[in-house]
């Protein structure tokens, strides 16, 4: 039997809340709840070892900069991820990455002002500054995104949602059906 048809039991689910980071190998899943934030999954589909972020900002900004990495920030968030994938062999050159969210939260509709709009063109730009290719994405419109990460598969799971139509307390109590 081929690796990637291996069935992985004793599976670790995980939530991963704003400014945290995730880095482990096929045995986890990982779930977030995004609005404006943007979530960046890396995926090493040879070694089932992937990594997740869930940031606010996309940068931290001249105010602090001698601060210690704040996964917050999607540039201090990729960076930690690159690092901790590094420790474990982990080439971020050879990982698949997707990104997620850049939602408008409040559907406003100002364009490439809102905080989901500047998130989502900074993961691009940082994923392309490190030489790591896109392979999927579902980012801006309107609303709260669902995101499951199957470490095992390198799927991502992500289902938008209007934020009208639903109460926060019923997002998180649903399953997220999806779309790959």
């Not at 992937?50 to 105010?63: D, I, V």
């Amino acid at each position: 039997m081929s690796s990637a048809n291996v069935h992985v039991t004793g599976m670790r689910e995980l939530t991963l809340n704003p400014g945290e980071y995730f880095v482990g190998d096929r045995t986890h899943r990982v779930h977030t709840l995004l609005g404006s934030c943007v979530s960046i999954t890396l995926w090493h589909p040879r070694a089932r070892i992937g990594a997740m972020c869930h940031y606010m900002l996309a940068r931290r900004g001249a105010n602090d900069p001698g601060a210690p990495l704040n996964a917050r920030y999607g540039e201090d968030a990729l960076t930690l991820m690159i690092e901790a994938l590094a420790k474990l062999g982990v080439a971020p050159a050879k990982c698949q990455a997707k990104i997620f969210g850049g939602g408008d939260m409040f559907n406003m509709q100002q364009g490439d002002s809102t905080v989901g709009r500047k998130n989502g063109d900074a993961a691009h730009e940082l994923l392309r500054d490190r030489g790591i290719t896109v392979t999927a994405e579902s980012i801006f419109g309107v609303g709260h995104r669902n995101i499951i990460f199957d470490v095992n598969t390198g799927d991502v799971w992500s289902r938008q949602i209007d934020p009208s139509s639903v109460t926060l307390a019923s997002l998180q109590e649903q399953p997220c059906p999806i779309s790959r």
